[in-house]
């Protein structure tokens, strides 16, 4: 645009760039930490997907740039940007050959060199270029391939590398006697998808992906012609199975994945929650665990048996004090903060929060709290003669909360309150100017938010059956930031969303765990260069976001995304 | 407030009842809460420090070392403010991953550091080579800081407020754990210094040597950097920027670059406040930069942000009261184990600036100003 470059020398810099990426991927430690994760027995590993995903990007973005003309020169400038990767990885590996470099680079181990060099070491050089020159002309042929051939491939693909990722997950659905054990014979072997599995996979998605491509425009046709009351019949009727779907899943799925749809529904309740303080009304609350923390020892004080407890209540009783007290603490910590704005508020705010958690933690309130050795022997909670004891048990008990959570945002967010939140967000002078007590609705959402965080706080503990104040720490509040980012600010299904992909995916594969907050951090920075509205937008925010790009396209300033 | 209220809005509080009699009538509930907040914070330090004072288990020698901690504590601190607030100056934004760039640099200088002292260089040569360990922590925060911004912050310059927040708490997470996942979780160590361990006597009072090392190198520094914003002309370029970017780019100023240069010195002096953190401290650990960078964000907003002097005095004073406040307000009340509430000092005086004078000690009112 402003200079012209040779296209080639494009394509080797992107590969220049992509290796770069990879190198980092691999000194970070994931190439050798996910290597451990068969995507395919015995041919793909997760470790390998890394690298191979960066060559792919390079060929592609390589190749990029000139439109029409033939397709050699493309394929060859995708292959060249793919060598180029290829160049850095090998100089990595030679690298690690004559200096030891894991003194500094603890990942640097002779794990992760095999990994990269196909466990040939300096030897393995030619097949690595070669390799990334492929995979970089593959990438290259991606970006000329009409959308009715490639569309079909990518979805086969991402099916197949999906069904080999959760491969543990479905072994565990899928065993069973009968027709659901035949099926996982006929793809899985001992521990992950065996050839014959992705062939079956890869052949079952394609096919019926591009039948969709030739005949979804007719189911859609179908569905257009509906009438009003029978699209909403059949909505509900979707809606109805997946509730019916949801409830019966920890009867089929078992503790382990119980489990992490417990956490996954405890963060989704935290981000509801803190939805409506960033995402409703805009103010940007970075101590949002203290509320969660103050919901937890509540509970744990008032239900314990143990050491600190008070009064021993059932958590039935224990659960509205919770809330209550949340409640409070967001009006009592919100009005001081009521005059600050933007980022200041977020300072300020994670001030409040590390205050509380320093507090708790001191020896100051131990006699009270119990110090870092926390509150112990919360009791379950019982109806009658069921007692929530486990994930599958609490399973339920969350997702009754979510229920009730999503109800009470969705009337919140449709109510006078809701628009004058929003009112708020957009400009606050403006909203103040249109009558609108900034006083009493900031507040609100504060005290809004904080008794939703109380309640996921009071879930926590009788999940743990204790609580420390070590579970409390600034990083919960990072964590649910990211996850209402990542779905989109004030979108209620982009919580859902962002707490399955955040929360829910790093729980089923524990290596991403250890890389949980690297991904966090990419992931807030990359979301708001590409997509600031979120992965599931809220159609406001959406608009508000790119208002002023479509203003600066028009006066050619700017380009769109 | 003359604006009629809408009826239908929410009863939860009646601020307007109590609002209406002619003598308080601009004297609300929150003021009322607003002064209690500090009617109480205040009641404890002038509790604390009577107490403290009446039971003089503290003799004035422990005092001294109190403040001498205090004074190189807070001129760190000083240092990696300086960034903040030059950032802040220019682009209104709080870089909220600058913590990170001062671990950055504390880090790299660490493996420096411990080869000058595997080989016996750093006791043989310890000027040459404790000098070579801040270049390289100076030149790692620098370059860290320009990739930042280059990556994460440029492309977002125009975006509505919260998005480089966002964006940079997001820098801030990935900068952490990439140097978690490179180096380990553990805390390194760092080489001791033979010349720099014992004290020496200044003035008739016994100082460690490594803190007289700090004080004395961050004065320095900073007195370089404040002639570099006043007296050059680069210095001026930044400061016509921070005043007004659009009528500085009409009188021919390269925004780009004096943002570009903000940036670079700021994480210059957070480098060597890594190197000078880690000889006090002798450790470095991926989440070290955290709360100081936390701390030293506070010593901007005490300062008054974008105001550069400001931010050196912030520092001092935050360094001061956080290393004297827990002793001297919280013994005086029998609390147990004060100095585990340091940090509540420091985050309590950051929430106290916020709420009650944002434009700090020296700067202008910024906060109201919408960028």
């Known amino acids: ?561 | 407030m003359s604006l009629k209220i809408p009826s239908g809005s929410f009863p939860l509080f009646n601020w307007e009842a109590s609002v209406q009699s002619s003598l308080m009538r601009r004297f609300t509930v929150v003021d009322l809460y607003l002064w209690a907040f500090r009617i109480v914070v205040l009641a404890v330090v002038v509790w604390g420090t009577i107490g403290t004072i009446m039971a003089r288990r503290y003799p004035g020698e422990v005092w001294i070392d109190f403040v001498v901690y205090g004074l190189s504590q807070g001129s760190i601190y000083a240092l990696i403010a300086l960034g903040y607030t030059m950032v802040y100056g220019i682009l209104r934004m709080i870089n909220f991953a600058h913590g990170e760039v001062f671990m950055s640099g504390a880090y790299t200088g660490y493996f420096v550091a411990a080869a000058f002292g595997r080989s016996g260089y750093l006791d043989r040569n310890p000027v040459v080579s404790l000098l070579v360990v801040l270049a390289v922590a100076m030149i790692t925060s620098t370059a860290i800081a320009l990739l930042l911004e280059r990556v994460a912050y440029r492309p977002l310059r125009g975006s509505p407020r919260l998005v480089p927040l966002i964006a940079a708490i997001g820098a801030s997470f990935f900068l952490q754990y990439a140097f978690r996942g490179f180096f380990g979780s553990g805390f390194q160590a760092y080489p001791e210094t033979q010349v720099l361990k014992g004290t020496w006597a200044i003035a008739g009072i016994n100082i460690l040597r490594t803190q007289a090392v700090v004080i004395v190198a961050a004065v320095l520094m900073m007195l370089g950097l404040y002639a570099f914003v006043m007296r050059t002309k680069t210095g001026t370029a930044m400061r016509a920027v921070s005043e007004d970017r659009e009528a500085a780019a009409l009188m021919g100023i390269d925004v780009d670059r004096a943002i570009v240069i903000a940036f670079a010195v700021g994480a210059s002096m957070a480098g060597a406040a890594g190197f000078l953190y880690a000889l006090v401290f002798k450790q470095v650990h991926f989440f070290m930069g955290f709360i100081p960078g936390i701390k030293a964000f506070t010593a901007a907003v005490l300062g008054g942000i974008g105001n550069i002097p400001g931010a050196m005095l912030g520092g001092l004073f935050l360094g001061l009261f956080e290393s004297v406040g827990p002793i001297l307000f919280l013994d005086g009340l029998g609390i147990v184990a004060p100095y585990q509430l340091k940090d509540v000092i420091a985050f309590t005086m950051l929430v106290m600036v916020l709420i009650f004078r944002p434009s700090g000690i020296m700067g202008e009112r910024l906060v109201v100003k919408k960028a």
Not at chain 1, 126 to 155: E, I, K, Q, W
Not at chain 1, 372 to 395: A, N
């Open chain 1, 1 to 561: 645009m402003s200079r012209y470059r040779r296209p080639w020398i494009v394509a080797v810099q992107k590969g220049l760039l992509w290796g770069g990426v990879a190198v980092f991927l691999a000194l970070v430690g994931m190439v050798e930490t996910f290597a451990g994760r068969q995507l395919i027995v015995g041919v793909f590993s997760l470790g390998l997907a890394l690298p191979v995903l960066t060559a792919v990007v390079a060929g592609y973005q390589g190749a990029a740039g000139q439109a029409g003309g033939a397709h050699g020169a493309p394929l060859v400038r995708g292959a060249l940007a793919g060598a180029a990767v290829g160049a850095v990885v090998s100089a990595l590996v030679v690298l690690g050959g004559l200096v030891n470099m894991r003194s500094m680079f603890v990942s640097a181990s002779p794990a992760m060199f095999a990994a990269l060099s196909f466990g040939r070491g300096t030897s393995g050089i030619p097949l690595v270029l070669l390799g990334a020159a492929a995979v970089g002309a593959v990438g290259a042929a991606a970006s000329f391939l009409s959308a009715g051939v490639r569309r079909p491939l990518v979805t086969a693909l991402s099916w197949t590398l999906g069904v080999g990722l959760f491969q543990e997950l479905l072994q565990i659905l899928l065993h069973a006697e009968g027709a659901r054990s035949a099926v996982r014979e006929l793809l899985f072997i001992e521990d992950g998808l065996s050839i014959r599995g992705a062939t079956i996979v890869f052949a079952l998605s394609w096919g019926s992906s591009t039948v969709w491509a030739r005949r979804g425009g007719a189911v859609r046709q179908w569905h257009g012609r509906l009438s009003a009351p029978q699209q909403r019949v059949l909505r509900l009727g979707s809606l109805g199975g997946a509730v019916a779907l949801l409830l019966l899943v920890p009867l089929a799925a078992g503790p382990f994945i119980s489990q992490v749809l417990v956490l996954v529904g405890l963060f989704a309740l935290l981000g509801l929650g803190l939805n409506i303080v960033v995402g409703f009304a805009g103010l940007l609350d970075l101590g949002y665990v203290a509320f969660f923390a103050i919901g937890a020892y509540t509970v744990g004080l008032l239900t314990s048996v143990g050491e600190y407890g008070i009064v021993g209540l059932s958590f039935w009783a224990a659960v509205p004090v919770a809330v209550a007290v949340s409640l409070v603490a967001g009006v009592l910590l919100g009005v001081p903060v009521l005059g600050i704005r933007g980022d200041y508020l977020a300072i300020a705010t994670l001030g409040f929060g590390e205050i509380i958690r320093i507090l708790v933690l001191s020896d100051f309130l131990r006699p009270w709290l119990g110090g870092s050795q926390g509150v112990l022997g919360i009791p379950k909670p019982m109806i009658g003669g069921f007692e929530f004891r486990g994930p599958e048990q609490l399973f339920y008990l969350t997702l009754a909360s979510c229920a009730l959570v999503i109800f009470v945002a969705m009337r919140l967010r449709d109510s006078r309150l809701g628009r004058a939140w929003m009112a708020v967000r957009e400009d606050e002078d403006v909203a103040e100017a249109m009558g609108i007590n900034l006083v009493n609705v900031k507040l609100m959402a504060f005290a809004m938010g904080a008794a939703f965080g109380g309640l996921s706080g009071a879930i926590f503990a009788v999940m743990l059956g204790s609580v420390f104040p070590h579970s409390f720490q600034l990083l919960i509040s990072i964590n649910v930031l990211s996850l209402i980012i990542v779905g989109g600010m004030g979108s209620m299904p982009g919580v859902i969303v962002g707490s399955l992909f955040l929360v829910g995916l790093p729980e089923l594969l524990r290596e991403f765990a250890e890389y949980r907050f690297l991904i966090y951090g990419a992931a807030l920075v990359l979301m708001m260069q590409l997509r600031p509205e979120g992965l599931w937008p809220a159609e406001a925010v959406k608009r508000e976001l790119h208002a002023s790009e479509e203003a600066g396209a028009a006066s050619g300033l700017r380009g769109g995304v």
